[in-house]
Protein backbone atom coordinates (compact mmCIF):
# COMPACT_ATOMS: atom_id res chain seq x y z
CA UNK A 1 0.00 0.00 0.00
CA UNK A 2 1.80 3.17 -0.99
CA UNK A 3 -0.83 5.61 0.30
CA UNK A 4 -0.86 7.58 3.42
CA UNK A 5 -0.46 5.84 6.33
CA UNK A 6 -1.02 7.24 10.21
CA UNK A 7 -0.19 5.56 13.90
CA UNK A 8 -1.29 4.87 15.79
CA UNK A 9 -5.33 4.77 14.64
CA UNK A 10 -6.51 5.23 18.22
CA UNK A 11 -5.17 6.72 21.54
CA UNK A 12 -6.70 7.11 25.03
CA UNK A 13 -5.07 8.99 27.47
CA UNK A 14 -5.64 10.93 30.47
CA UNK A 15 -5.51 14.44 30.97
CA UNK A 16 -2.61 15.98 31.36
CA UNK A 17 -0.43 13.21 29.53
CA UNK A 18 1.55 13.85 26.51
CA UNK A 19 0.93 11.77 23.33
CA UNK A 20 2.62 11.87 20.03
CA UNK A 21 1.23 10.82 16.41
CA UNK A 22 3.01 9.80 13.55
CA UNK A 23 2.05 10.40 9.79
CA UNK A 24 4.22 8.44 6.75
CA UNK A 25 3.17 10.31 3.58
CA UNK A 26 3.19 9.11 0.09
CA UNK A 27 7.29 9.04 -0.83
CA UNK A 28 7.60 11.24 -3.60
CA UNK A 29 5.08 13.98 -1.96
CA UNK A 30 7.02 17.00 -0.72
CA UNK A 31 4.51 18.68 1.07
CA UNK A 32 2.88 17.55 4.22
CA UNK A 33 0.02 18.54 6.46
CA UNK A 34 -2.11 18.56 9.57
CA UNK A 35 -5.93 19.04 10.02
CA UNK A 36 -7.79 18.43 12.93
CA UNK A 37 -11.51 17.53 12.82
CA UNK A 38 -14.02 16.98 16.26
CA UNK A 39 -17.50 15.48 15.45
CA UNK A 40 -20.13 17.23 13.23
CA UNK A 41 -17.23 19.74 11.61
CA UNK A 42 -14.82 19.89 8.67
CA UNK A 43 -11.48 19.51 9.19
CA UNK A 44 -9.17 22.58 10.74
CA UNK A 45 -5.89 23.50 9.13
CA UNK A 46 -3.10 23.02 11.55
CA UNK A 47 0.37 23.39 10.44
CA UNK A 48 2.26 22.10 7.30
CA UNK A 49 5.41 21.63 6.18
CA UNK A 50 7.13 21.65 2.76
CA UNK A 51 10.11 19.09 2.91
CA UNK A 52 11.76 19.87 6.36
CA UNK A 53 10.84 22.99 6.93
CA UNK A 54 7.63 23.83 8.49
CA UNK A 55 5.83 26.93 6.97
CA UNK A 56 2.79 27.69 8.32
CA UNK A 57 0.86 26.68 11.41
CA UNK A 58 -2.81 27.74 12.66
CA UNK A 59 -3.89 29.90 15.70
CA UNK A 60 -5.10 26.14 16.12
CA UNK A 61 -2.01 25.28 17.08
CA UNK A 62 -1.22 26.21 20.68
CA UNK A 63 2.22 25.83 22.52
CA UNK A 64 1.56 22.74 23.61
CA UNK A 65 1.10 21.22 19.94
CA UNK A 66 4.35 20.88 18.31
CA UNK A 67 4.96 19.25 14.39
CA UNK A 68 8.52 18.48 12.96
CA UNK A 69 9.89 16.17 9.78
CA UNK A 70 12.78 15.71 10.29
CA UNK A 71 14.07 14.49 7.21
CA UNK A 72 11.40 15.55 5.35
CA UNK A 73 9.73 12.12 5.33
CA UNK A 74 7.67 11.03 7.77
CA UNK A 75 6.40 13.44 9.90
CA UNK A 76 5.54 13.56 13.96
CA UNK A 77 2.68 15.79 16.07
CA UNK A 78 2.93 16.10 19.68
CA UNK A 79 0.61 17.48 22.71
CA UNK A 80 1.61 18.29 25.83
CA UNK A 81 -0.48 18.36 29.21
CA UNK A 82 -3.71 17.20 27.02
CA UNK A 83 -6.88 18.53 27.76
CA UNK A 84 -10.23 17.12 27.48
CA UNK A 85 -10.68 20.00 24.35
CA UNK A 86 -7.93 17.77 22.55
CA UNK A 87 -10.32 14.97 21.61
CA UNK A 88 -10.32 14.91 18.15
CA UNK A 89 -9.66 13.28 14.75
CA UNK A 90 -5.85 14.34 13.73
CA UNK A 91 -5.52 13.84 10.31
CA UNK A 92 -2.80 14.26 8.08
CA UNK A 93 -1.95 14.82 4.01
CA UNK A 94 0.24 14.59 1.63
CA UNK A 95 0.98 15.80 -1.46
CA UNK A 96 2.99 16.97 -4.63
CA UNK A 97 0.75 19.26 -6.41
CA UNK A 98 -2.72 20.81 -5.60
CA UNK A 99 -4.18 17.27 -4.64
CA UNK A 100 -3.84 16.20 -1.32
CA UNK A 101 -4.10 12.33 0.16
CA UNK A 102 -5.51 11.86 3.45
CA UNK A 103 -4.79 9.10 5.86
CA UNK A 104 -7.03 7.58 8.08
CA UNK A 105 -6.64 9.65 10.58
CA UNK A 106 -5.72 9.33 14.87
CA UNK A 107 -8.63 9.70 17.15
CA UNK A 108 -7.51 10.75 20.13
CA UNK A 109 -9.62 10.58 23.24
CA UNK A 110 -9.00 12.64 26.39
CA UNK A 111 -10.19 11.13 29.91
CA UNK B 1 -9.50 34.46 3.49
CA UNK B 2 -11.04 31.57 2.03
CA UNK B 3 -14.39 30.44 3.14
CA UNK B 4 -17.08 27.71 2.17
CA UNK B 5 -20.80 27.33 3.30
CA UNK B 6 -22.34 23.97 2.40
CA UNK B 7 -26.41 23.84 2.76
CA UNK B 8 -27.50 21.39 4.64
CA UNK B 9 -26.19 19.67 7.20
CA UNK B 10 -28.13 16.48 6.32
CA UNK B 11 -29.75 15.16 2.83
CA UNK B 12 -31.58 12.48 2.52
CA UNK B 13 -33.01 10.60 -0.53
CA UNK B 14 -34.44 8.23 -2.54
CA UNK B 15 -32.15 4.86 -3.74
CA UNK B 16 -32.37 6.24 -7.40
CA UNK B 17 -33.17 9.72 -7.00
CA UNK B 18 -30.90 12.58 -7.58
CA UNK B 19 -28.22 13.64 -5.21
CA UNK B 20 -27.57 17.43 -4.93
CA UNK B 21 -24.98 18.68 -2.27
CA UNK B 22 -24.59 22.51 -1.92
CA UNK B 23 -21.45 24.35 -1.68
CA UNK B 24 -20.73 28.24 -1.89
CA UNK B 25 -17.08 29.29 -1.44
CA UNK B 26 -15.57 32.46 -0.90
CA UNK B 27 -12.33 33.48 -2.33
CA UNK B 28 -10.19 36.57 -2.97
CA UNK B 29 -8.69 34.54 -5.64
CA UNK B 30 -9.35 32.10 -8.19
CA UNK B 31 -10.05 29.55 -6.58
CA UNK B 32 -9.31 25.46 -6.43
CA UNK B 33 -12.43 23.39 -5.39
CA UNK B 34 -12.51 19.84 -4.13
CA UNK B 35 -15.19 17.28 -3.12
CA UNK B 36 -14.52 14.73 -0.58
CA UNK B 37 -15.84 12.30 0.71
CA UNK B 38 -15.63 10.57 3.73
CA UNK B 39 -16.92 7.37 5.33
CA UNK B 40 -17.32 6.59 9.36
CA UNK B 41 -14.18 6.44 11.49
CA UNK B 42 -12.18 6.40 7.55
CA UNK B 43 -10.02 9.60 6.31
CA UNK B 44 -11.01 12.12 3.66
CA UNK B 45 -11.59 10.40 -0.26
CA UNK B 46 -11.00 12.74 -2.97
CA UNK B 47 -14.51 12.84 -5.17
CA UNK B 48 -13.42 15.37 -7.86
CA UNK B 49 -11.29 18.71 -8.35
CA UNK B 50 -11.88 22.43 -10.14
CA UNK B 51 -8.62 23.67 -10.79
CA UNK B 52 -9.77 26.26 -13.48
CA UNK B 53 -10.28 24.12 -16.18
CA UNK B 54 -13.71 22.65 -17.55
CA UNK B 55 -16.23 24.45 -15.43
CA UNK B 56 -18.26 20.76 -15.29
CA UNK B 57 -16.07 18.46 -13.09
CA UNK B 58 -16.51 14.95 -13.18
CA UNK B 59 -15.21 12.45 -10.43
CA UNK B 60 -15.06 8.88 -8.67
CA UNK B 61 -18.77 6.94 -8.43
CA UNK B 62 -20.95 9.13 -11.03
CA UNK B 63 -20.36 12.11 -8.98
CA UNK B 64 -19.85 15.55 -10.45
CA UNK B 65 -19.39 19.22 -10.03
CA UNK B 66 -20.14 22.48 -11.87
CA UNK B 67 -18.06 25.55 -11.37
CA UNK B 68 -20.17 28.45 -11.19
CA UNK B 69 -18.39 31.65 -10.26
CA UNK B 70 -21.15 34.16 -10.77
CA UNK B 71 -22.77 32.17 -8.08
CA UNK B 72 -19.66 31.35 -6.10
CA UNK B 73 -21.10 27.52 -6.34
CA UNK B 74 -19.83 24.26 -6.76
CA UNK B 75 -22.65 22.14 -5.86
CA UNK B 76 -21.98 18.13 -6.19
CA UNK B 77 -24.39 15.82 -8.29
CA UNK B 78 -25.42 12.39 -8.90
CA UNK B 79 -28.13 11.27 -11.25
CA UNK B 80 -29.22 8.53 -9.41
CA UNK B 81 -28.54 7.67 -5.81
CA UNK B 82 -26.69 4.31 -4.27
CA UNK B 83 -26.84 2.87 -0.81
CA UNK B 84 -23.30 2.66 -0.75
CA UNK B 85 -23.60 6.55 -1.54
CA UNK B 86 -24.23 6.97 2.13
CA UNK B 87 -21.58 9.25 3.92
CA UNK B 88 -20.30 12.28 4.54
CA UNK B 89 -19.32 14.80 2.49
CA UNK B 90 -17.10 17.97 2.20
CA UNK B 91 -16.27 20.60 0.35
CA UNK B 92 -13.16 22.85 -0.06
CA UNK B 93 -11.21 25.22 -1.08
CA UNK B 94 -7.59 25.60 -1.36
CA UNK B 95 -5.76 28.25 0.15
CA UNK B 96 -2.86 28.16 -2.88
CA UNK B 97 -1.37 31.41 -1.83
CA UNK B 98 -0.36 29.80 1.43
CA UNK B 99 0.35 26.36 0.20
CA UNK B 100 -2.56 24.67 -0.65
CA UNK B 101 -4.17 24.16 2.69
CA UNK B 102 -7.41 23.34 2.37
CA UNK B 103 -10.29 25.32 4.31
CA UNK B 104 -13.11 22.92 4.55
CA UNK B 105 -16.98 23.30 5.03
CA UNK B 106 -18.97 21.61 7.92
CA UNK B 107 -19.74 18.54 5.96
CA UNK B 108 -23.16 17.18 4.57
CA UNK B 109 -24.52 13.50 5.60
CA UNK B 110 -26.38 12.22 2.51
CA UNK B 111 -28.60 9.08 3.50
CA UNK B 112 -29.77 7.12 0.86
CA UNK B 113 -33.17 5.42 1.83
CA UNK B 114 -34.23 2.45 0.07
Known amino acids: DTGVSQDPRHKITKRGQNVTFRCDPI?????LYWYRQTLGQGPEFLTYFQNEAQLEKSRLLSDRFSAERPKGSFSTLEIQRTEQGDSAMYLC?????????FGPGTRLTVL | AQSVTQLGSHVSVSEGALVLLRCNYS??????LFWYVQYPNQGLQLLLK??????LVKGINGFEAEFKKSETSFHLTKPSAHMSDAAEYFC????????????FGAGTILRVKS
Open chain 1, 93 to 101: ASSLGNEQF
Open chain 1, 27 to 31: SEHNR
Open chain 2, 92 to 103: AVSDYEYGNKLV
Open chain 2, 50 to 55: YTSAAT
Open chain 2, 27 to 32: SSVPPY
